[in-house]
């Protein structure tokens, strides 16, 4: 079993070479043998939600569970070292398109333990909690019982709100687990340089609120203030309705909706449920919406669910929304 702490998340410990004698307890059994000389740069270990994961050498046999985890390797440059895919929400970005659909899909829904295990990996990057659900046999404890390292995309662990610093945190700790901490350097200063460009052309403005519709019909599925799509829509001249809710995504009723009387509804796109329009026709169809601004003057806004998780797209997320939610001030 992986140690134990109790440090936020994303906090990387570089380790010495003469501290691995203390390491060897926490290390998983995926890693060299402790005992072994380590490759250069390693070992490196991270402390990811409240799991110690130490690596002697970088993987090469890498699962990407999830999109946004597969994704980012490939921002990464990682495209030889990554041996599947699983679960996509949304088509890949155009840079990634081919190195993604190079990649075996192993399932383009769940996959189950042993066909992970199938693959021989050494790595197993879950871009959401639900990657290592117990209930499914898929805990870190298997993994790291069957000899395979885990990490869990910090988003679904956070006691904090997840902001960009965070997500340029993800970058540099996957680039360091991998070997390659200086091919994080210019692609987190592209992802700042984009944020950064965006609130400029909004600076001043007055923001407008905005309420998350993912998806639901009796309910409707949320964006609240841990994820960083919160911070997003602030960064791009929103207010979310639900940003006081104490979690990254929540259940909620349409009155609470009309309460709250949202002036846009962003809504996020991705496999698996309705179109963009169809989602749309339904809000207008919801008598007990009709007096709410955003559907009284259909303001709409769109994101890729992948744009608003923890991952390579979240910062250049920010212009695209800032253009639908101030549109003069980008004419």
Request: net charge negative; proline share 7%.
């Amino acid at each position: 079993m992986p140690c134990l702490t109790q440090r936020r998340p994303m906090r990387l410990l570089a380790i010495a070479a003469l501290a691995l004698p203390l390491l060897a307890g926490c290390a998983q059994r995926g890693d060299a043998d402790a005992s072994a000389a380590a490759a250069p740069g390693f070992p490196v270990s991270v402390d990811n939600c409240g799991v110690e994961v130490t690596r002697q050498a970088a993987p090469t046999r890498a699962v990407g569970y999830y999109q946004q985890s597969v994704e980012l390797m490939l921002a990464l440059g990682l495209r030889d070292s990554i041996v599947a895919t699983v679960y996509p929400d949304n088509p890949p970005l155009p840079q990634y398109a081919e190195d993604y659909r190079a990649i075996p899909e192993l399932s383009n829904k769940d996959a189950s333990f042993e066909q992970i295990l199938e693959l021989a990996p050494d790595f197993v990057y879950g871009g959401y909690s639900s990657t290592f659900d117990e209930s499914a046999g898929r805990s870190r404890a298997s993994f790291a019982d069957a000899g395979i390292t885990t990490y869990l995309n910090p988003e679904y662990c956070a006691t904090e709100p997840i902001t960009m610093d965070d997500v340029y945190d993800e970058v540099r700790t996957i680039a360091t687990l991998f070997g390659v901490p200086g091919r994080a350097d210019s692609l987190v200063s592209d992802m700042a340089a984009s944020v950064a460009e965006a609130t400029t052309r909004i600076e001043g403005v007055d923001p407008v609120s905005v309420f998350v519709y993912d998806s639901g019909d009796a309910t409707a599925f949320t964006a609240g203030r841990q994820g960083i799509g919160n911070q997003i829509i602030e960064l791009a001249g929103g207010a979310n309705i639900f940003g006081d809710l104490n979690e990254t995504f929540a259940d909620v009723s349409w009155e609470q909706v009309l309460q709250r009387q949202p002036e846009v509804i962003v809504i996020y796109d991705y496999f698996g449920t309705p179109t963009i329009e169809a989602k749309k026709e339904f809000l207008r169809s919801r008598p007990e919406l009709a007096a709410v601004p955003a559907i009284r003057d259909d303001r709409f806004a769109v994101l890729t669910l992948q744009d608003a998780v923890l991952g390579v797209r979240a910062p250049y997320a920010v212009g695209p929304l800032a253009e639908q939610l101030h549109p003069a001030r980008f004419r």
